[in-house]
C-alpha cells in the first residue's frame, strides 16, 4: 500500500452522522471555512453537537478585508443526532462524491473592527444587525483525508479522537440587508466526533492558503499536553494532493495587552521533496474563547492576504492558545 493511500480511506458511514457516546461533553463538530478568490471576505460556518447537554452551538461568521465582520453564535436546542440542521444553519450532502450545501438566514451582528469582539457581550449590544442568507455548493477538490493513519486525532482523545478533513471549492450567493453577492472560493472542512474538553488544549495553528483550485493547502499544528506539536494536513500542488506531517509556523505578535497576530512564516515540506512556504499578513481578525472557571483558551480567526512560494494568495490563519497571565502559550513557550 502506498504510503499516502492509508490517510485517503473516508467511507460513507465516516461522512454520516453518529450515535453519541456516554460522556456528558460528547460532541459531533463539522465546519466549513470559505475564502473568496481576490481575498476580500472569507467565512466560517460550524454546528457543534452536544446531544447529551441538549443543545447545538451554531456559528456563522463573514470576515473582510476591510477590517469589518459579521457575527452569530447560538446555543440551538436538540433533541437527537440524526442530521446537522440546528438554528439558522444547516448542512447536507449533495450527492456522492463530497458535495455539500450550506444554507444560513439568520441575523447577524455587523462589527466595524472584528477586534471587537474581545468584549463579545458590549459588541453585540452595540452592533447594529443584518439579515443575512448565504446559499452555497461544496465540492471536495481532493478526497477527504484522515489525520493519522489509524483515524485518531492527532490532538489526543480529549479532543475528538475521531476525525477527518478535506478542502473544496465554493460556490453561491450571499444576500445581506436584500444585497446579493455572486461568492466563488475555495476553502476546508473538517468532522470530528468523541469527547471534546477544550481546556485540554495548549495550543494550535490551522493555516489555510490558496492560489487556484490545484494549489492550496490546509494544515494544523496542535499541541496538547506535549513538548512539541503533532501536524496533520494536505497540499494540493497543481492538482495533486499530498498529506502532510510536519509544518513549521512562526508567529509575530503585536505587543500588550492584545498580543494579536501582526503576521506568520509557514514552511510546509512536501512527501516529494518541494516545500510550500507562506506568509501571512492578517486583514481581518476575529477573537473567540473557550473558558472555564480562571482558565481561557483564546481562538483568533484570521483573514489573511498571503503569499505562497512567491506568489500572491489568500487565505485564512487560526491561532489557539491557552492564555497564561494575559500572554498567548505560543508566545510564551514558542511557536510551532
Not at 440542521?85 to 455587523?110: K, M, N, Y
Not at 455548493?137 to 489525520?147: E, G
Not at 480529549?158 to 453577492?181: C, L, M, N
Request: charged share 25%.
Amino acid at each position: 500500500m502506498d504510503a499516502q493511500s492509508a490517510f485517503f480511506n473516508v467511507v460513507a458511514a465516516d461522512e454520516a452522522m453518529h450515535d453519541p457516546g456516554p460522556e456528558s461533553n460528547w460532541n459531533e463538530s463539522a465546519f466549513f471555512h470559505v475564502v473568496e478568490e481576490d481575498g476580500s471576505a472569507g467565512a466560517l460556518f460550524r454546528i457543534g453537537r452536544r446531544v447529551n447537554e441538549g443543545f447545538a452551538e451554531v456559528t456563522a461568521l463573514q470576515l473582510r478585508s476591510t477590517g469589518d465582520a459579521l457575527v452569530g453564535f447560538r446555543k440551538a436546542k436538540i433533541t437527537d443526532n440524526l442530521r446537522w440542521q440546528a438554528g439558522d444553519l444547516d448542512f447536507a450532502p449533495e450527492g456522492t462524491g463530497g458535495g455539500w450545501s450550506i444554507s444560513f438566514d439568520g441575523e447577524l451582528s455587523h462589527l466595524a473592527d472584528g477586534t471587537e469582539f474581545a468584549d463579545p457581550g458590549t459588541a453585540f449590544r452595540n452592533s447594529p444587525k443584518e439579515k443575512v442568507a448565504f446559499d452555497l455548493s461544496w465540492a471536495d477538490l481532493a478526497p477527504p483525508y484522515r489525520t493519522s493513519t489509524d483515524g485518531t486525532y492527532h490532538g489526543g482523545d480529549s479532543v475528538a479522537k475521531d476525525h477527518y478533513a478535506g478542502v473544496g471549492q465554493v460556490t453561491g450567493t450571499v444576500r445581506i440587508d436584500g444585497q446579493e453577492k455572486r461568492i466563488r472560493g475555495f476553502g476546508f472542512r473538517d468532522h470530528s466526533w468523541g469527547v471534546r474538553n477544550w481546556q485540554s488544549i495548549d495550543c494550535w495553528r490551522w493555516v489555510y492558503g490558496q492560489l487556484d483550485a490545484g494549489n492550496l493547502f490546509s494544515v494544523v499544528a496542535m499541541q496538547v499536553g506535549t513538548p512539541e506539536p503533532a501536524v496533520a494536513g494536505i497540499v494540493l500542488k497543481d492538482g495533486t494532493p499530498h498529506v502532510v506531517t510536519e509544518m513549521s509556523v512562526k508567529c509575530r505578535y503585536d505587543g500588550a495587552p492584545d498580543y494579536w497576530l501582526a503576521g506568520a512564516d509557514v514552511t510546509i515540506p512536501l512527501p516529494d521533496g518541494d516545500v510550500f512556504e507562506a506568509t501571512y499578513q492578517p486583514t481581518c481578525r476575529l477573537p473567540l474563547r473557550h473558558t472555564k472557571g480562571d482558565e481561557v483558551l483564546r481562538i483568533v480567526e484570521h483573514l489573511a492576504n498571503v503569499e505562497i512560494n512567491g506568489r500572491s494568495g489568500a487565505g485564512w490563519i487560526e491561532v489557539t492558545d491557552r492564555m497564561e497571565d494575559g500572554r498567548p502559550f505560543g508566545l510564551v513557550h514558542g511557536d510551532a
